[in-house]
């Protein structure tokens, strides 16, 4: 009964600042690795950020120096801060969590949440 719920979505002006929270809920393994994707109209899904359960981060390209990802594994939350956000931000965004343990590796997503950046 693993359940990612997104939240922090909206509108911005390019240059402005938003985070987005991803809830999760349910039991979570100690081995899991947690991450946001995105997609835009017409485009493939891509993974923006990533944190390992050892705080290890990731990102891609395009957002380096802009966004950042952490977690809070007592609230069992992850955040992603974007600041200055450009129109090629625009997407739907996705929290994703995957864990291991001794039966084999999960994998659960949330339902989104639309960021719009204006020009």
């Known amino acids: 009964q693993v359940q990612l719920v997104e939240s922090g979505g909206g509108l911005v002006q390019a240059g402005g600042s938003l985070r987005l929270s991803c809830a999760v809920s349910?039991?979570?393994?100690?081995?899991?690795?947690l991450a946001w994707y995105r997609q835009a109209p017409g485009k493939q899904r891509e993974l923006v950020a990533g944190?390992?359960?050892?705080?290890?981060?990731n990102y891609v390209d395009s957002v380096k120096g802009r966004f950042t990802i952490s977690r809070d594994n007592a609230k069992n939350t992850v955040y992603l801060q974007m600041n200055s956000l450009k129109f090629e931000d625009t997407a739907v965004y996705y929290c994703?969590?995957?864990?291991?343990?001794?039966?084999?590796?999960?994998?659960?997503w949330g339902q989104g949440t639309q960021v719009t950046v204006s020009s």
């Open positions: 349910g039991s979570i393994f100690s081995i899991n690795d």
């Open positions: 944190i390992t359960s050892g705080g290890s981060t």
């Open positions: 994703n969590l995957k864990e291991w343990y001794e039966h084999g590796e999960l994998e659960f």
